[in-house]
């Protein structure tokens, strides 16, 4: 593991300009129709597998980047691009960390390349973690895991919702509860194999943004899977259950759960999605204020508009930074001693809201349209203060870690 840097190497620089080209060439044109469409991107999915964007092989090289910067770096050039049609074609990576964080190495890679298929035969994966009345709230989840000895199979039964790539992913990472006594430590991660029978699509959602991005409820009825699905494998999940009752009985240490697992390990790169936008929308604010002219002169040269384009300019850098830090550390297996991974989420979302807005004010009417994008991406930047960990939660974690106390 290499010191902290903030200058990308060679071969980062390579890839981030290639990713920034099929985002410029490929993404960016096609993004307002798909935003209208509201379907998956299927054409733009395949086009990024063919040329390796849209692999196991490609995301393991960034996620395995020791500066770990490989992934911050990716997202922020992808969802410069569009949001809705980068979280279609990054999607399948919470899954897939869903798997790495809770599987054993013969599960990920059993599992994890079925995700991507190949650029001849393109598919998705879907994590299922979000019931329609446990969001945030963890603890409410009611989706049951039994165990059938018998058969060594696990029957799954409720329903998840905001699911991406719900119903029509091919693999379906699903968080059960298998220990209601034990609360959200009493959860565990399951694969559900494609053609799986009992797992179908629930209601699609048509949503304020990412719309190209496909979000659906997923219903599982007597859905079994063959005991080798339980990420961990049993014998792991026996003795983290003993665990946590023993901890349980004398007020020890929690442990943390499969989807708190999963959605810690992603909350920086969900801030270099956000950074990603806010960028996008800083620099058409920047281009535009400097051709648009108003009372004989280009507006930026009014320091109402050019104190806004500064202040956007200062929050995404500092976003930018924070979601770097929190990447590093998390790569050098240094602890969020101060909730580091959620400060760079819930900086970089709230940047990306505020910046998306101030664009649209310096378009002024025609911000306000949809000919221009910054109208989209002020949609799509709103998804960032709620999916996985709210803006409450990520201050709720922050204030936990800072203060030691079970903060409500």
């Given at each position: 593991m290499g010191d902290f840097t903030l200058d990308?190497?060679?071969?980062?620089?390579?890839?981030?300009?290639w990713i920034h080209g099929f985002a410029a060439d490929v993404m960016r044109p096609a993004a307002a129709e798909w935003d209208e469409r509201e379907e998956t991107p299927w054409p733009i999915i395949q086009e990024a597998a063919k040329i390796g964007l849209y692999s196991l092989d490609f995301y393991a090289q960034q996620f395995f980047d020791p500066t770990g910067l490989g992934i911050p770096m990716t997202m922020e050039e992808l969802f410069w691009g569009d949001a809705g049609i980068a979280l279609s074609i990054v999607g399948t990576g919470l899954a897939a960390v869903g798997v790495l964080a809770n599987g054993t190495e013969e599960q990920i890679g059993t599992w994890v390349p079925q995700m991507y298929g190949d650029a001849a035969?393109?598919?998705?994966?879907?994590?299922?973690?979000?019931?329609?009345?446990?969001?945030?709230?963890?603890?409410?989840?009611?989706?049951?895991?039994?165990?059938?000895?018998?058969?060594?199979?696990?029957?799954?039964?409720?329903?998840?919702?905001?699911?991406?790539n719900g119903g029509i992913a091919n693999i379906h990472v699903v968080v059960a509860v298998v220990d209601p006594e034990l609360g959200t430590r009493g959860h565990a991660s399951f694969i559900v194999p494609p053609g799986t029978p009992g797992l179908s699509q629930g209601q699609k959602f048509k949503k304020h943004g990412i719309r190209a991005s496909h979000t659906a409820e997923v219903v599982l009825a007597d859905v079994r899977v063959p005991g080798h699905c339980l990420l961990g494998g049993k014998d792991k999940l026996d003795e983290r259950l003993a665990r946590s009752r023993e901890r349980a009985a004398?007020?020890?240490?929690?442990?943390?759960?499969?989807?708190?697992?999963?959605?810690?390990?992603?909350?920086?790169?969900?801030?270099?999605m956000a950074v990603g936008t806010a960028r996008a929308a800083y620099e058409y604010a920047l281009e535009y204020a400097v051709g648009r002219e108003q009372f004989g002169r280009p507006i930026i040269d009014n320091q109402g508009v050019a104190f806004q384009l500064t202040d956007m300019r200062t929050q995404i850098d500092a976003a930018r930074l924070l979601v770097w830090r929190a990447s590093w550390m998390a790569t050098a297996g240094r602890p969020f001693t101060s909730a580091e991974g959620s400060m760079s989420k819930l900086?970089?979302?709230?940047?990306?809201?505020?910046?998306?807005?101030?664009?649209?004010?310096?378009?002024?009417?025609?911000?306000?349209?949809?000919?221009?994008?910054?109208?989209?991406?002020?949609?799509?930047?709103?998804i960032y203060t709620i999916f996985e960990g709210t803006s409450e939660i990520q201050r709720l974690v922050i204030a936990r870690t800072l203060s030691g106390l079970p903060i409500r």
């Open positions: 990308l190497n060679d071969d980062q620089r390579s890839v981030r300009a035969d393109v598919k998705v994966a879907s994590f299922c973690s979000s019931e329609p009345d446990a969001g945030s709230d963890v603890g409410a989840m009611r989706t049951r895991a039994v165990y059938d000895g018998a058969k060594d199979e696990w029957v799954l039964n409720g329903t998840k919702t905001w699911a991406t004398t007020g020890g240490e929690r442990v943390k759960n499969a989807a708190m697992a999963t959605f810690e390990a992603s909350r920086p790169a969900v801030g270099a900086f970089a979302s709230e940047t990306a809201k505020k910046v998306t807005a101030q664009a649209i004010q310096i378009l002024g009417g025609n911000g306000f349209t949809r000919e221009y994008p910054v109208e989209r991406m002020h949609r799509d930047s709103a």
